[in-house]
C-alpha cells in the first residue's frame, strides 16, 4: 500500500514569499491532515478535512494560510506571504473515515512532511 | 480534549524495559490513548491505541488502569533504533474529532 505523497521535500524562499505544498493521501482515506511541527515541538494541527469539507481550521493562521482538498482527495496548504517564523517542517497526514469504525479512530498515517526555511 | 502530561526525556540502554507514563486527568468517557512515535526528519508512525485495561502488539503494551488517568506505554527489550520522540494523544469522536500532540518524551536508548 502506498504511503502519503508530499512535495517538495525542501523549501527555502525569502519571507514575503509565497509558497505551497502538495499532499497526496492513502487511496480511500476520507479525512486528511495538515500540521506544523516547528523544531523541538509536536505537530500542531493546522486543518482537517474529511472529504472536501473542513472539519477544523481553528488553528491555522488564515490571514496569511490557505488550504484546500479539491475532489476529496489531493491537498494543497498555501503560505502568502510568508514570515521567518513559518519555518517548519509541513506533515500531512491520512485517516480512513471516522464513521467506519471506532477502533482506531486515531490511527493516522503520516508522509514525509515538506522542510520549509524562510530567510 | 483531555490534556496530556509527559516526562520530557528518558535514558535507556539497549535490551532494558522501557515505560514510559502519560497522566491524562481529564479523559472523558469516550476517549482513546494512542500513542505515537517519531525519528528524526520523519513523520509520526502510529505505535498503539487501547480504552481500557492493557493492549498489546507487536511493537508495544499499552497499561490503562481502571481509573483511566494515566497510561504506560511499555517497550520491550529496547534497541538503539529506538530513539525517538513517544507523543501520547487522548481523544475520541464525539465534541469533535481534535488531535493535539504535546511536547513528547525524548527517549534515548544507549549502547
Known amino acids: 500500500e502506498a504511503g502519503v505523497a508530499q512535495s517538495p521535500r525542501y523549501k527555502i524562499i525569502e519571507k514575503r514569499q509565497s509558497v505551497a505544498f502538495w499532499c497526496n493521501p492513502i487511496?480511500?482515506?476520507?479525512?486528511l491532515y495538515w500540521y506544523q511541527q516547528i523544531l523541538g515541538q509536536g505537530p500542531k494541527l493546522l486543518i482537517q478535512?474529511?472529504?472536501?469539507?473542513?472539519?477544523?481550521d481553528s488553528q491555522l493562521p488564515k490571514d496569511r494560510f490557505s488550504a484546500e482538498r479539491l475532489k476529496g482527495v489531493d491537498s494543497t496548504l498555501k503560505i502568502q506571504p510568508a514570515k521567518l517564523e513559518d519555518s517548519a517542517v509541513y506533515l500531512c497526514?491520512?485517516?480512513?473515515?471516522?464513521?467506519?469504525?471506532?477502533?482506531?479512530?486515531?490511527?493516522?498515517?503520516f508522509g514525509p512532511g515538506t522542510r520549509l526555511t524562510v530567510t | 480534549l483531555a490534556k496530556t502530561t509527559q516526562p520530557i526525556s528518558m535514558d535507556s540502554y539497549e535490551g532494558q524495559e522501557v515505560n514510559i507514563t502519560c497522566s491524562h486527568n481529564?479523559?472523558?468517557?469516550?476517549?482513546?490513548i494512542t500513542w505515537y512515535q517519531q525519528f528524526p526528519s520523519q513523520g509520526p508512525r502510529f505505535i498503539i491505541q487501547?480504552?481500557?485495561t492493557k493492549v498489546t502488539n507487536e511493537v508495544a503494551s499499552l497499561f490503562i488502569p481502571a481509573d483511566r488517568k494515566s497510561s504506560t506505554l511499555s517497550l520491550p527489550r529496547v534497541s538503539l533504533s529506538d530513539t525517538a520522540v513517544y507523543y501520547c494523544?487522548?481523544?475520541?469522536?464525539?465534541?469533535?474529532?481534535?488531535?493535539?500532540f504535546g511536547a513528547g518524551t525524548r527517549l534515548f536508548v544507549k549502547a
Open positions: 494523544l487522548v481523544g475520541g469522536n464525539t465534541g469533535g474529532f481534535k488531535t493535539i
Open positions: 481529564n479523559i472523558a468517557t469516550n476517549d482513546y
Open positions: 487511496s480511500g482515506h476520507a479525512t
Open positions: 497526514a491520512s485517516s480512513l473515515d471516522l464513521r467506519g469504525g471506532m477502533k482506531f479512530v486515531y490511527e493516522q498515517y
Open positions: 478535512f474529511q472529504n472536501n469539507g473542513v472539519v477544523d
Open positions: 487501547g480504552y481500557k
